[in-house]
Each structure stands twice: as C-alpha cells, then as structure tokens.
C-alpha cells in the first residue's frame, strides 16, 4: 500500500481540498486572465512565482483545461524550422523537463523521441534544413535513415505499402509527451495557493474600456475592474479582439484527433508523417494517441467526423497494417487559431492594458510554460522579453512573418 495512502488512511485530519472553494468575484483585480486553460493558467502562476502579482483572477467559460488543452496530443517539441520558433520551444521543453517538480504534481512526463518522416526528396531537404537549424541553437536534431526508423520502431512497415517508402526520418531525442489535465490542474493549484482566483463557468461577454485602454471586462455575473487583461482563449480569439475592436489574421480551423482502445505497450517513440497526414504515440495507459490534419474549412467548432477518422486509420494502415482489427474508442475536435505563418500572436495589443496569446494553431499546448512565463513577464513589465519579441502583432503590417509552416508539418 502507498505511504501516502495509509497515512491518509490513519489520520483523522482530512486531506487538503486540490483547489479551494471558489467565491464571490471581486469588484477589481490587478490582472484578470481570460482563459482557463493552460496558457492562462501557467500566466498566473508566474505572475505570482516571478512578479509577487497576486490580485489575479482567471476566467474560465467552462471548465478548467476543456478547451485545447484537453483536446490535443500531448506532444512536447522543439524542432522547429526558424531560429525564433526553436529558441522559444526550446525553452518550453527545458521548463516541461523540470514542471512536475516545481508543481509537486506527477505530470506522467515521458521522453519517447521524435521521429518525422519523409516519404519524398522535398521532404528529406526540408528536414535536413530543420536539422541543421536545429543543430546551430544547440537543439538535438538528425536526419537519419530508414534502418534507424526500423531500429526505433520495429513495427512499422518502411514500404508503406509500397505506394510511399520511407526514405530517412528527422529524429528529435528530446521529443516527449506528458498527461494534458496534469498541467492545467497543476498551474490551477499552484496559482490558486498564490493567491490567484479561479472563476469557471464564467465567460466574458465584454471589455470595458476607456479612451484607448481596457479597464475591466462585462460577465454575466457582473463588471469586474482590472489593471490589465490578458486573453487566452485559443480558437475564441476573433471574439475577445472584436470585443476590442482590432483585427487579427488568425483563422479558425478544427483538428480532430482519437484514440484506440488500451493495448500492450509497443510504441516507444512518436511517429509523424506529414507526407501521409498521420501522427501517433502511445499512452501511458496503452491506447495509441491518432491525430492528422486540419480540416481544410474555416469553422468554429469542435465536431468530430466519421470521414476524419476513415482517413486516419487508412494512413495509419499504411505504416502499420497489423492495426487493422484495433478499435478506435474516443474521437474528438478542437479548435486551431491559425496564423499566416503558422507562428504565435503574443504580447501588447493597440488597446492599452490587454495583453494577447494566441495564433496558437497545432501546437500550444508544447508552448504552455513559456508562453505563460513570458507573457506574465510582458504584463508585469508591459513590454515584451526578447524570446517573443518575434511574435508580435505587428510583424504582419511590418511584413516580418516568422516562417514556420516548415515545421508544423501536420497537425500536432
């Protein structure tokens, strides 16, 4: 029996509450966070780890971690194609390698490898660039063969069915995967114990500002005042910046994903194919996590479809015909914020005091301690550090695209 359980057993002293009771909203905060995922909920914690910014309350229209935090496939990476994107994953993947410590939570981290396949000559160049890119900022990246994916991944079926052989692969050996929930309800934690407060089944209807600042946010539960808001609402962007009354380029799109039922591990690293619009690991309780492509439709919306889960097991099929007779057991949808430049819109805004997290696309959940620990430092200091510099609202109008869809590859 665990320690911790039979003491819990033999005590008479009950166990301290995860979160605590939520409460009254106050009337003003120093920092109101839109957005209970783990962006906004990774925001407060470091405002209140770094800065000592307490009077903070995030909230949430749900619940906590619902949105694409919960939706995604946990996959934690920095292999990216510009200089800007590998420096800021970069940073993500040593603050994931160290989060389960400083939030006293087990967070089911796991360094599997990262392996992105090229079925093309195109394909192996763009990876070769990505390596060599990855390699000058002192990221572990290379462009192996295909005996070393064989090696890795015994499993999987080079020839693809003789239709797209696999010609070499971009291994990543930091790439890794951790428990989605565990993150959101360990920044909730610690940020609440900070003082922070934490709001769900609120939603902000909207901002009250000003002359050219923001100065609080309108709910259906009452006008809250507030120093500074900060929005991290992923696929709800459009309406936070309508609310404010300045465009973005950001498109919605919906990413589905699924997951079969538990087998017996046999996966140990994580497979990507942009050539086939597949990608998979396995989890820690056995069920092989599937993702593919966005749907090509701009759409609000988190539906699943049957069509997306047919073409996902006949890609699937293609690296792994043994998995024929596996059930697929869950499928769901999320909502991609998508750039030009398939990279983030993160910092100050045209309207005074609100502060934006966004443009997200595919991969913001690998972003979530260094967006959340840069974007608290924005706010406390109103000006952006240099790792987001890059990422400004404004690099469209100056026509300083960042570049990245090289290394988004597909949806993950």
Not at 153 to 181: F, K, N, Q
């Amino acid at each position: 029996m665990p320690h911790r359980l039979l003491r819990r057993a033999l005590s008479r002293r009950p166990e301290p509450r995860f979160f605590p009771p939520e409460g009254e909203l106050r009337d003003h905060y120093d920092v109101v966070v839109i957005g209970g995922g783990g962006h906004g909920l990774a925001c407060a914690h470091y405002l209140a780890r770094d800065h000592g910014i307490t009077n903070v309350a995030v909230l949430e229209a749900g619940y906590i971690g619902g949105g694409n935090t919960g939706r995604n496939t946990t996959i934690v990476r920095s292999n990216y194609l510009t200089p800007e994107g590998v420096r800021f994953y970069a940073e993500s993947v040593r603050l994931f390698e160290e989060l389960s410590a400083e939030l006293d939570i087990n967070l089911f981290y796991s360094n599997r490898g990262h392996y992105t396949l090229a079925h093309s000559d195109g394909t192996l160049r763009t990876l070769r660039r990505r390596a060599e890119v990855n390699k000058e900022l002192g990221v572990a990246s290379e462009v192996v063969g295909p005996e070393a994916v064989a090696a890795a991944c015994p499993e999987i079926d080079l020839a693809c069915g003789g239709e797209r052989p696999v010609l070499g692969a971009l291994h990543h050996a930091p790439g890794a995967v951790v428990r989605h929930d565990a993150v959101a309800w360990g920044f909730a934690r610690s940020a609440a114990a900070r003082g922070a407060e934490i709001h769900q089944r609120t939603p902000v209807t909207g901002l009250t500002v000003e002359g050219d600042r923001v100065t609080g946010v309108e709910t259906p539960r009452g006008r809250v005042g507030a120093g500074a808001v900060v929005s991290a609402v992923a696929g709800y962007t459009p309406r936070i910046t309508e609310m404010a009354g300045f465009d973005t380029p950001i498109t919605i799109h919906p990413l589905q994903a699924a997951v079969t039922e538990p087998m017996k591990p046999w996966l140990d690293t994580v497979i990507v194919s942009g050539d086939l619009h597949v990608y998979v690991s396995q989890s820690s309780r056995g069920e092989l996590v599937m993702g593919s492509a966005l749907d090509p439709m701009e759409l609000h919306s988190t539906r699943s479809t049957l069509g997306f889960v047919e073409d996902l097991a006949d890609h699937l099929l293609d690296l792994f015909p043994f998995l024929g007779r596996v059930k697929v057991m869950r499928q769901w949808g999320g909502m991609a914020d998508m750039t030009p430049d398939f990279a983030p819109i993160m910092g100050r805004t045209p309207l005074a005091g609100l502060y934006l997290d966004a443009g997200w696309g595919t991969w913001g959940f690998k972003a979530t301690p260094v967006a959340g620990r840069t974007l608290a430092e924005t706010v406390a200091r109103d000006r952006e550090p240099g790792l987001i510099h890059p990422f400004a609202l404004d690099r469209f109008a100056r026509f300083r695209p960042v570049g990245e869809r090289g290394a988004a590859s597909i949806g993950h």
